[in-house]
């Protein structure tokens, strides 16, 4: 296939707008291409395929917020095609939607945010049943009896072999942390309130187990940093306890070419106010710290008025969302490892904290000065469906809609954020790399995001001209383009042509396979082994993922050299 005479956005190449052709060989991007299909490209908008590095797209908790919405079911239906499955929902969608939305908006490879590992086979026929897009799941560690011990015992060659096994047994990719500490303590009624709190029973401390979790990460060299879910998120003054935790790890060095640490939907975690009635945005003082601090990265989190379905491990957060909202809720505990919780809600514009919140997500990506640092999510369902990312694009690339909007929403937003004094606009490059290739990067994903030879043969191609469309003033054309991909290319196989699915591919899954010394990885399983006779409803012979649940893989390799 060569996709000819495009505008085509590659930065991790050093490729800005030039007009050039694209030619893929057996599924991947080479050189050059004397022969195959050709599609005209002139004057349109050429990218990599989009990489979604935080999304709820698979497992128990996602389809406990399908359970709990039959009204959101009847959103979005589609029926069924000679080649489509049927679809249904909006900010739950069933899997096949999960697939066909991505593919037309141009997004090729998705990742779902957070999987106990005692559910990850829920979650892998969940992944396995979207289509097109290449997928992969974090696995959660935060809150885990073992990782507890581990640390407590200050044991860190254990603690790898234990993240090693723990991948293994969900055919996870990361480390994911969520309300370290926080998760444990609510099977008991209770919570932390910051990184020095300790954790009942265990006598450590928030801070030690997200240390302790990512010099583990280290000793494994595994692709992707910790995954980190702040403590006291979604809490007016939390922006501190970000802070905190951040200096908290200042030292710590990465053992690949990367981050150190992500920190995932910061918009949650840059609240200021010592409660709801004062409060304001802290964006200014995270982004501030990131723009000094380039082992970090993050993303928005951005928040999209209208109906949304907040779900995470963070079950104490849902608990009071339920109350705060008097709104129907859904807990979770999942034995010797997470707590989990769903509250569907809807965010209003003239609703103070909701308009506050919208401005959070855009002042953190428009003042972190370096876009490889912040990548665009809206954090799905929780600030709203990923559907909406050609919205939040636009509102990054134009200040006139962002003033058009703040026009429309409750005062608050305007006078306790930064948003209306803020002058940047965004650029093509800059939204190729929120999107493409800084999420790539970020997770490790060496043939993603980018259009060198050898990568991944998924491009997008926009029926938009970049030379001549001012994203600024013709921010409606920008959102229309983006919305509805002119060519989405998988693999080297066109699945969208003119917004509209043309193939349904099973995408792959990554996993990471991790070795470790046989020394450690006994003491694990010895560990494990006494858990399960003591604790666990379920025998350990039915806790792992077996390779039948993930058909299309690609295993990763990592661990101790």
């Known amino acids: 296939m060569i996709i000819k005479g495009g505008f085509v956005f590659d930065p991790a190449n050093g490729v800005y707008g030039e007009e050039m052709d694209v030619s893929i060989e057996g599924g991947k991007v080479v050189e050059e291409s004397r022969d195959g299909r050709e599609i005209d490209a002139r004057r349109m908008l050429v990218m990599p395929g989009g990489v979604d590095a935080h999304a709820h797209i698979a497992g128990a908790k996602v389809n406990t917020g399908r359970i709990m919405r039959p009204e959101d079911a009847r959103r979005g239906t589609e029926p069924k095609t000679k080649l489509l499955r049927p679809q249904t929902g909006y900010t739950v969608p069933n899997c096949y939607a999960m697939g066909y939305r991505y593919a037309r908006l141009g997004y ?10 005692l559910e990850s086979r829920h979650t892998h026929e969940e992944l396995e049943e979207i289509p ?10 935060g809150n885990n009896w073992e990782v507890l011990e581990c640390v407590r015992d200050g044991d860190l060659d254990k603690l790898a072999a234990f993240l090693a096994w723990g991948l ?4 996870g990719y990361g480390v994911k942390v969520v309300n370290p500490g926080g998760g444990e303590a609510w099977g008991f009624g209770g919570n932390v309130k910051g990184i020095d709190d300790p954790v009942p029973n265990f006598g450590v401390t928030p801070k030690e187990v997200i240390r302790g979790l990512m010099r583990a990460n280290e000793i494994l060299r595994l692709p992707h940093s910790v995954h980190l879910h702040t403590n006291n998120l979604g809490k007016p003054g939390n922006y501190e306890t970000t802070l905190a935790t951040l200096k908290a ?3 710590i060095s990465a053992s690949r070419d990367r981050q150190v640490l992500h920190v995932t939907h910061m918009q949650f975690s840059a609240y200021g106010g010592t409660g709801w009635r004062d409060f304001e945005s802290k964006a ?7 723009n000094r601090h380039d082992q970090f990265t993050m993303d928005m989190g951005q928040l999209i008025f209208g109906s949304a379905t907040t779900m995470t491990a963070d079950a104490p957060l849902e608990y009071g969302n339920a109350r705060l909202l008097h709104a129907k809720w859904s807990n979770h505990d999942i034995e010797l490892e997470e707590s989990s919780g769903v509250v569907p809600l809807v965010y209003g514009r003239k609703m103070p904290i909701n308009a506050i919140q919208w401005a959070i997500g855009l002042e953190l990506a428009l003042l972190t000065k370096n876009p490889w640092q912040v990548i665009m999510t809206t954090d799905h369902p929780n600030g709203g469906p990923f559907v909406n990312y050609p919205e939040v694009i636009s509102l990054l690339m134009s200040r006139a809609k962002r003033e058009e909007e703040l026009k429309t929403l409750h005062e608050l937003a305007s006078r306790r954020s930064s ?5 940047r606009e965004m650029d093509w490059n800059d939204v190729a790399i929120l999107t493409r290739a800084a999420p790539a990067r970020i997770l490790g994903l060496a043939e993603k995001g980018h259009l060198g030879v050898g990568a991944d043969g998924d491009v997008t191609v926009y ?3 970049p030379v001549d469309v001012d994203p600024s003033k013709d921010h409606k054309k920008v959102k229309g383009a983006l919305a509805k991909a002119k060519y989405t290319i998988k693999g080297g196989e066109v699945v969208v042509r003119d917004g509209e699915i043309t193939a349904v591919p099973q995408g792959r899954t990554y996993w990471v396979d991790a070795s470790v010394p046989e020394d450690q ?16 409803s379920i025998q350990m012979s039915n806790y792992m993922v077996q390779d039948a649940y993930v058909t299309h893989p690609r295993v990763v390799k990592a661990g101790v050299i």
């Open 463 to 465: 029926d938009i001209n």
């Open 108 to 117: 090729t490879c998705a990742f779902e945010a957070a999987t106990p590992i």
């Open 168 to 171: 293994r047994a969900s055919r």
């Open 419 to 423: 948003l209306p004094s803020i002058e």
């Open 249 to 251: 790890v200042e030292e």
């Open 132 to 141: 097109i897009v290449d997928k992969g799941a974090l696995t959660l560690f």
């Open 521 to 536: 990885a006994a003491k694990v399983r010895a560990d494990l082994v006494e858990k399960f006779a003591k604790y666990y």
């Open 284 to 290: 200014p003082e995270i982004a501030d710290y990131f």
